[in-house]
């Protein structure tokens, strides 16, 4: 036995997938054309009532709903897939991650797709050993989250859609597991300025500290086979995928997708974007995403090439769900911390008299935070995964890498926290947040961000103690793997 790595990919984007079409084509007549909406802006919706009012009478006969519909692929070599890795080592050790040019990875798709592999006859697939990340491209398809505040960014839920993408990354995850083959692995990082900047304002009125830069880092994974061909190049970096403006209808990757079409051209292999932190986190506006995403992919390929592999790889993982609050009698791994002590009541208001500050600290702004009692929207909260996986590369002395992975999109700060613990005091030789994997719970701030408000802390859904929480929960399971305790 040896370590061995597979890979595959599949389209989500709709213009190039087997997309099961609504019912009732003669209604579609009656209220215009019709096509699966982007996820990501709100500033999509349908301004006419009567189109939305039609659509909301009929909702099995459309694609699109409350937002418009989309307008085609805007560029035809790159495009929106996703990408499969499959990693067993030589112990058997197996991890399943895939990624995905999405707004997010949902629970509920995650949860679709694991059963849908096991369906298939892949029973060693689970929550532990199972990554599902979202590079959150803004202008990736939408209607595939049943949650109630999910419309607001991506339209309702369309069961075609949600059938057609578990379809496809459950395909990509089947593929890669048979196309193992020996692989070695080595790791390491880079770093990269000027095609980001920290998006939260601040009011120095109140006494608010400035914002941290973006994170420069660039993690880096290379997998190549036993002679030296490349495999497979991942990477991780803090960055929203919002390049392209709300008035973009046509299905992209974003800048993350010129990222990897530039090192996948530059000899890379097949290229993988996992993004970091990114909750605070913009691209700069004044340059072209294309060009955003070759500096990035660039930065990458100068890299990769100067790192060493090893076949000597030892894969762990472990998780843990979010209890929160009661403890049903199948539940297993539940976290030591939950939200439910981080919650506040249902609406928290921000008052001040500080004119000229943002929204949340302007007048009276407010954020919501909802408890399971107060939850009419039905959010994701009990079985919310948070996981961490180690790779130890080489012999006797092996490096170790950490991954965190987030249910959700934290700031810089959190990033940092989770990175600094993994490097000091747990031992690691490097380690990656990956943010939006697993689930969504909104942004995740720390309690000093949270008071300051902002958009946010609007969307951070569980309370000023979730960034705690979230940061504990990592630190927790990243010690477990460094101990030897998880990796089964």
Known sequence: ASFCAGIARRSLDPNLMDMPEPRAPVVRLLFGPDAPPLGGFGARLRLNPLQYFAR???????????????????????????????????????????????????????AAVIRELRRRGLDEVHDGNFLLHATHTHSGVGGYNPRGL??????????????????????????????????????????????????????????????????PEIGIVRIDSPDGAPIATLFNHAIHGVRLPPENLRFSPDLMGYAEARVAARGGGEAFFFNAAEGDVNPVEDTPVEVIGERLGDAVADKVGTLATSPDVRLRWDFCRIDDPATPPDYANPCPHNFAAASLPLVKSFETDVPGCFAGRDGEGWTLHWTKETDVFDLEREGVV????????????PRRLAIAAQPGEPITAIGHEIKDAARGDLGYDDAWVVGLANGHVGYIVTEEEYVEGGYETALNLFGPGEGRVSVANAVDLLRGLARGAAGR
């Open 150 to 215: 999910a419309p607001l960014g991506m339209d309702t839920f369309s069961p075609p859609i949600m059938d057609a993408l578990v379809a496809a990354i459950a395909d990509a995850a089947q593929e890669a597991r048979g196309a193992l083959r020996p692989a070695r692995l080595g790791f390491g990082r880079t770093a990269i300025e000027g095609i980001a900047m920290n998006r939260r304002e601040t009011c120095a009125a109140l006494g608010d500290p400035p914002n941290p830069p973006p994170d």
């Open 386 to 397: 948070f996981s961490a996986f180690s790779f130890e590369v080489g012999g006797a002395h």
């Open 56 to 110: 909301r009478f009929f909702p099995d006969a459309f694609f699109s709903h409350i937002f418009l519909p989309s307008e085609g692929t805007r560029d035809p070599e790159v495009t929106n897939n996703a990408k499969a890795l499959v990693l067993v080592d030589a112990e058997g050790t197996a991890l399943y991650w895939v990624k995905t040019d999405l707004i997010g990875a949902f629970g509920d798709l995650r």
